[in-house]
């Protein structure tokens, strides 16, 4: 057993290549294992991009079966997974045999499964990240879509909160153009009662406490439409509509109810089309991949690992 050991050894040491054994598990019976050879390459790898700003290391390790002689090695297949270094050992197992099988094992042939490995991370290893190319903003690394789009939404928000507090100034001012319609209308009916000496006070007296009522509930709910977005709710239901215009009768207070519920629902429908676009500007993002070149792939280690597997021709003996 130790001429295979010491055979190998000697290849590593010459190339700089360490040599470790898996430990078994302690449940297993020694006498039904044998050692395989695989190949560990632990990588740094680094992700780039001048666009999103990005230099971010990380720190991989892989391991793929060496199989005998000099047959290509299948990094998509682990042999280890996952490596934890306390299950790695400088020295075997006795009670554990070696294989027969001797992988080639010298430098020109560990250049080669190293090249394999990095026209593979080359190929397929990608760092995703978000980007919304209207406020050009990208994800951290390791943020999540959430906290993406809550950064997103923060940005996007302030954007918009000039035109918000201008519509909430356009639909303050409707207000007040209905309450001096109002008011003159009123004015103009009283002229004409007093004229044909009709008794007015306790009419007036109603209309008056109906109208400051409305316009007050109306211009409340417009402030409160119009204070943030976000509790903002996107149809705001009318109470008046629900309550239904019993005991209105006469003409100006309709004609108030009328003008304030169309100026409410103005509000409603400009504020419904300014947070939609909202929404629009905070979900407008792509993802925006990063790859790697083969010189942002630096080895920091090599090592033949001996891993202990089931051998079933001796198990059956």
């Given at each position: 057993?130790?001429?295979?050991?010491?055979?190998?050894?000697?290849?590593?040491?010459?190339?700089?290549?360490?040599?470790?054994?898996?430990?078994?598990?302690p449940d297993s019976d020694p006498g039904t294992l044998v050692y395989c050879?695989?190949?560990?390459?632990?990588?740094?790898?680094?992700?780039?991009?001048?666009?999103?700003?990005?230099?971010?290391?990380?720190?991989?390790?892989?391991?793929?079966?060496?199989r005998?002689?000099?047959?290509?090695?299948?990094?998509d297949v682990?042999?280890?997974?996952?490596?934890?270094?306390?299950?790695?050992?400088?020295?075997?197992?006795?009670?554990?045999r070696p294989s027969d099988e001797r992988p080639l094992l010298d430098e020109e042939r560990w250049s080669e499964i190293e090249s394999d490995l990095v026209d593979r991370l080359t190929?397929?290893?990608?760092?995703?990240?978000?980007?919304?190319?209207?406020?050009?903003?990208?994800?951290?690394?390791?943020?999540?879509?959430?906290?993406?789009?809550?950064?997103?939404?923060?940005?996007?928000?302030?954007?918009?909160?000039?035109?918000?507090?201008?519509?909430?100034?356009?639909?303050?001012l409707q207000l007040e153009q209905v309450r001096e319609a109002h008011l003159n209308r009123r004015g103009a009916m009283l002229a004409d009662e007093a004229g044909a000496a009709a008794p007015t006070s306790r009419l007036e007296i109603e209309r008056m406490l109906r109208?400051?009522?409305?316009?007050?509930?109306?211009e409340n709910r417009i402030t409160s439409l119009f204070t943030g977005l976000a509790g903002l709710v996107l149809q705001v239901p009318d109470a008046r509509e629900q309550d239904g215009e019993a005991g209105i009768k006469d003409g100006p207070a309709l004609d108030l109810r009328e003008d304030l519920v169309r100026v409410e629902r103005e509000a409603s429908d400009a504020l419904n089309a300014l947070y939609t676009r909202y929404l629009e500007m905070v979900r407008s993002y792509d993802d925006f991949v990063i790859g790697i070149q083969p010189s942002n792939i630096r080895v920091v280690r090599r090592a033949l690992v001996w891993v202990p597997v089931n051998d079933e021709g001796r198990g059956s003996e």
């Open positions: 057993m130790g001429s295979i050991y010491d055979a190998a050894a000697n290849a590593m040491q010459h190339a700089r290549i360490a040599v470790l054994w898996r430990k078994r598990d050879a695989s190949a560990l390459i632990d990588c740094s790898i680094n992700f780039r991009s001048l666009k999103a700003g990005l230099n971010e290391s990380e720190e991989r390790t892989f391991t793929a079966w060496l005998p002689g000099s047959t290509a090695v299948d990094w682990p042999a280890i997974d996952p490596v934890i270094e306390s299950e790695l050992d400088p020295m075997p197992d006795q009670a554990i190929r397929r290893e990608r760092l995703v990240l978000h980007y919304n190319a209207l406020f050009e903003i990208f994800s951290g690394v390791r943020e999540t879509l959430a906290g993406f789009l809550d950064r997103t939404a923060e940005v996007a928000l302030q954007e918009i909160e000039p035109e918000l507090k201008q519509l909430k100034h356009v639909y303050e109208g400051r009522t409305e316009f007050s509930e109306t």
